[in-house]
């Protein structure tokens, strides 16, 4: 572990930051100084009621009602934040901490060249409008909204318009494979699509109507398509009334999304905000519900705090709409800070396009991941010769490790600036661990544990690394699963393996000094090139492939992949099939049109067997364990043991060398 | 010294990998000549180029100055197999 700090923040910068004036904050009202940041993250813990209380009143957000008490129940699973109070993420989010009609708000790039600047004003005009025009068509409380939308400020819109009336909002991406869509779509029964009717991707027009047609199709419980960019054609003649946003927009001279006195009705703050999907090793993904208080708080806590957003920031995450990033940095508008969205390839028209974005915005906060920055790394782009960087204040990564030559990357070729590696997901909207802006930076390590959140290292007793648990409740964790009446899904996927704290399902190092190291995912879920994937969806596209009887896919570290691994499938073959290179690309072809690229594996192989436990379950752990070339630690759980030499001394699985 | 690959191996090696990563036994036919460019016509964006030529360092042991990565020298099956096969490190494959 290096020694000597990456990078040191100046000190009348971090004296002059949110997170110092908040810690102030918090020494006058106990009438003591902290000693230091660890002592300040301990109180926020040990006294997480009142740390969650002052912030609630420091940050000055729009709520109604009794903060206290401010949580009820002392265990994770159960416990309720703020039950006494009512708010309006939306109406939130609008106010950007106060900010003027004037102040810039989103502005959203295209691969085509469009740009589209909003204002607050403007924005806070068009949501209440198309919000209007909504609650025409009956959308409220208790109804759930879908989108496959572009990432740009008609999806933006429209987001904060539906969830501004009560309704939950669920967004994916244009390029997602159908199967996907469906498989988390079809549970939550929504009443309204919005989409778009066509999206760009490397200077190519797709046209999305047939796959919204299959949609449609597979979705009896809508009502009303609202086509995003007046592409109606694309949606026209599926068997609903189809209307565009600025349709919406029209039916109502003023806007109506308010209650009369121009307020937005407040809900309580466990009310339904974003389902967002998780994929494990088995069954369907999980939707996740987020509530409308536990997301804005815990965001508000992130951007102002941590990351030290406000209104003279321009925060650029590069993002689609069905990343967690994406109502990450929605909220960020929240806190005053400028949103810029880009739509398509990371990749074009340039090959360095997004650091031109940077640029051309005077983006001071950009958020990207290992593999974006692997890729400049390897193609020679250093963005500090080509672009003005003036604005930038620092990078943000996620997605995930952040490794050490990344860091160095950034200083030689972008700019010595901070480097704020963050860590949390789709489970929780936020982060458990990231950045600080008073704190040093050390490469390969987020900054610190998150304000509030009693994050520990679980043991191994076995010797192995630590896993990320949460031992005390907090207001992000999500109200539950959508589907899930009795919770029983959602005790199995936090709460089952370590009862009472929330198991995260990572692999955790937490330094004395209070920086974080994450090592890697502790279950069988996948994070592969940045992107967590979950193998139950490959699984189930592999049904319809006779020639496999069954099939494993695991991580397999190779230093040369951005983010230090790739994807091994392994297969056992039907009797008499062979693993021929057919097979293998109808394979991959079937996983990149069905699921997405980012479910294509790098390496397929075909195997005898793989491992399972006495009780028959597949062993996932002891096939990665096997494919990174180790004799997994406890063979004797396996009921045949032979498998592991078999996959270790495979010769498609030889392991990568470092470059 | 390594086996030098013909033309029509190194173009099958580079078709192979294109399947193998993106178009999944569509490649020979998304290639219709070898003077065609890749960038503009989808068979490669700028994230797979970088793949490829990660891959071809490995593949022939050779490093390739990231300042020569340019259409001149790579927007096409043709431009890649010259630039390779002229590169002074190029020894083909270790046979």
Redesign the interface.
Known sequence: MSEVPFFVPDGEVASRSRMADFQRFCEGRLGRPFSGWLDFHAWSVRDFRVFWRWLLEWAGLDVEGEADPVCVGDECERARFFPGLRLNYAASVLAGAGVGDDHPAVIAEDETGRLERLTFGDLRERVGRVAAGLRGLGIGPGERVVAVARNDERAVIACLAATGLGAAWSSVPPDLGSDAVLARFRPLEPSVLFAHGHSYY???RRPLRERLAGLVAALPSLRTIVSLDGDTAAVDGLGLPVTTLAGLASMSLRPGGQEEGGSWRRFPFDHPLFILFSSGTTGLPKCIVHGAGGTLIEHVKEHRLHSDFGPRDTLFFHTSTGWMMWNWQLSALASGTTVVLWDG????PE?DQLWRVVSRHRVTVFGTSPAYLQ?CR????SPRERVDLAALRAVQSTGSILFEPLYDFVRDHVKDVLVQSISGGTDIIGCFVLGHPGLPVWRGESQCVSLGLDVREQRDPAGGPAELVCANPFPSRPVGFFGDPDGSRFHEAYFAKNPGVWTHGDFVRIHPRGSVRILGRSDGVLNVRGIRIGPAEIYAILQDFPEIKNALAVEQEDP?SPGGSRLVLLVVLAPRAVLDR?LT??I??AL?QRASMNH?P?VVADVPDLPVTHSGKLSERAAREAANGRVPANLAALRNPECIEAIRSHPALARPRP? | MGKHLTYDELRQLILDWLDDHYHFGDAATLVRNDDMSFLDNGVLNSLGFVALIVYLEDLFRITIDRKALSRENFDSMRKIITYVTNHPQYQGVAS
């Open positions: 490397q200077g190519v390839s990371a990749t074009y090959p890729y390897d193609a020679g782009i040369r057919p690309l109808r991959k072809k990149a294509v790098d470059g």
